[in-house]
């Protein structure tokens, strides 16, 4: 479970394939191998900007004290995450790796007029794919629509000798495939969904029909079906084609799992390497005890100063709440921020004890909760370019309440979107000075407490209730949203409290709570809509949660005047009025959709998100798309990774590891294609 960065608070290849055959193309090599060396005085967290993206860097703070075989380590887990990229690709759409090598070929290779309007549209364009993985908005969800024509694109491949044809060649320009994740049943939820976990001829009703004739061993300790597959019908028949050496994705796989073997040879203790020898065994076999096990190995391993996440992990990418999306985040811990926050985790069964939520629905005894602030040294798949600022996991509720949890913030990775970022657009959207005012002060503050509580309080929170199946097969396609939701307001019942004054995370308790909500408000119920076109409903989960919480917030205290929408100057504002009856507010709904989801009451739960979280006021989006459009500052951001260099000696043993930093986003984009491309166009 993974918290992403949002406009809330802060507000702030020497060689190429060429597509459709083996043979390769050449690539001016200083265009692939461009890095430099950054100083910290000198450090611009800002790369470049294009079309509604940011592209920024980041820094490794701590690396330079780590001994050689702990940066020996972070290598070989960075070239293990890089080395499964492609299955990211191909997750998001089965024609993506065919498209992409075909536009990187032509970038790479033509030598014509790039000076053009139309040449700088497909710049634009290839950009846009690569921080999408693929062909579809990595928010939205929506196809990205080319600014060039059909025309332009078949004239610029036959200019490579570049082969693009078929549906891979008409998909980019037709409205087949238009949405990567659909959540809107009446659409259907696997049929109008371009994500590739499920063959085109599937149905929602295969699949839950699959499924459902899928029994665990233990019924207390369900496996993750479905976690690390396909699901395919072919002749009237329906199978899943597993994702592991010798499988689908095989190519990649046994790369992940070279490296992850040199990992292991310089593991930090015995209890991370037992943990390499688990994945690297669910890696080979697929097999979900394995992954299961593994994941106990992880959550038990505390010691060290190196911890990573590796494999098929997330399920929002999947209407159906089965399918892990790839991903790869490295990380080094840091000491001092690490040991600030720990107190949250020590004190997680007071946070329950204390909670809104039933009595029935509280967990007794929670169960070894960790809490770390680090720094990422490097990440791929599902977490780059667009990275999460916080995760918790395993993701399995029996795993959590039987044996814990592990939460981290990535430090660094706030540390640079807060350097990035202005405050034009707080001051357009804040409606009085102390406002601005209290959100400069304890903005960055308030944020970290949020996320924190989201994580390590949030998801370890509430039980299911005896014999109710587990929140994908009771929540179905509303099981992400209300889970976020659910976190988010546990961080915002308790924000305003005098708990984290009392244990020292927080100077203020009633001005930091304000800051907060005023800007979780200000963002569910107006910035956050700079992200969509107007017209189109809320899709993706977690703008769905916030839209809910603060929509349905301001529908019930609005008898009470809680938020009260006002009008000044011609500029729509919703402005708190009682910040204690809205933390009430707050705690009430906590407390029915953790009911929703103890009980399984999906009834409850399709009323409250479609009421809440979907449906847009269209009046204020057009308002708010016209104030916004005076900012050039992008709303999504997302990071080149630093490059980690091996130094070796005469004999060839690595004697350090350099950072580095790649000087633009295209070099960074066309090295991996070089250097990790394991997959064939079609899988």
Known sequence: MKIKYVLGTALIVSTLFSCGESKKAEKPEEVVEATEVITENDFNYEVEQF???????????????????????????????????????????????????ALENVYANYN?????????????????????????????????KPEFSSDYLKSLL?????????????????????????????????????VNFYSPNMTKADVEKFYKNKKSPNPAEPLSFGLNSKLVKEDGKVFEKVWKSGGMYGEAIDKVIFWLEKAKGVAENEDQAKAFDLLIKYYQTGDLKTWDAYNIAWVNTLKGDIDYINSF?????????????????????????????????????????????????????VVGVSYKTVNVAGEAGDASPSTPIGVNLPNANWIRSTHGSKSVSLGNIINAYNNAGGSSRLEEFAFSEKEVELEK???????????????????????????????????????????????DLVGLYYLPGD?????????NAEEVGIAAYDGYIRNGLMTQLIR?????????AHMRNRQLVAAWAFEKGEKDNVIEKVTKDGKTYFVIRDYKKLQDLFGQLLREIQRIKSEGDFEAAEALVETYGVKVDQDIHKEVLERN?????????????????????????????????????????????????FLPNKN
Do not use: C
């Open 51 to 101: 079309a509604d993206i940011k592209i920024l860097r980041y820094q490794i703070p701590g690396f330079d004290q780590l001994s050689l075989k702990q940066k020996q380590l972070v290598y070989y887990l960075t070239q293990a995450g890089l080395s499964g990229r492609d299955i990211m690709w191909d997750q998001n759409y089965r024609h993506n790796l065919e498209i992409r090598r």
């Open 112 to 144: 014509g007029d790039k000076n053009s309007e139309d040449w700088k549209k497909f710049e634009v364009y290839l950009k846009r794919v690569w921080f999408s993985n693929g062909i579809h908005h990595h928010y939205s969800n929506d196809k990205i």
């Open 158 to 194: 036959d200019a490579t000798k570049t082969t693009l044809e078929g549906e891979a060649f008409e998909v980019i320009f037709n409205d087949k495939d238009a949405k990567k994740v659909n959540l809107d049943a009446k659409k259907g939820l696997v049929k109008g969904s371009a």
């Open 313 to 365: 992990i997330e399920v929002y990418n999947d209407p159906m709440g089965y399918k892990g999306s790839y991903e790869s985040i490295i990380q080094i811990k840091d000491f001092e921020m690490s040991k600030k926050m720990a107190v949250l985790a020590e004190n997680a069964q007071w946070f329950e004890d204390n909670s809104s939520i039933m009595d029935e629905h509280k967990k007794k005894k």
């Open 441 to 487: 002060k304890h903005g960055k503050l308030a944020d970290k407490m949020h996320t924190a509580l989201h994580e390590v309080i949030g998801h370890a929170s509430g039980q299911i209730n005896p014999g109710v199946g587990t929140p994908k097969e009771t929540m179905k396609n509303y099981a992400s949203t209300l889970e976020e939701a659910r976190a």
């Open 499 to 507: 708990k984290l004054v009392e244990l020292g995370l927080s100077p």
């Open 532 to 540: 969509l076109n107007l017209g189109d409903d809320i899709e993706e």
């Open 629 to 677: 459009a005076k900012f050039k500052s992008a709303p999504y951001s997302g990071f080149v990774n630093p490059v980690l260099e091996p130094v070796m000696d005469a004999n060839g043993n690595i004697t350090d590891i350099k950072v580095v930093q790649p000087k633009g986003f295209d070099a960074q984009m066309l090295k991996y294609a070089k250097d990790y491309s």
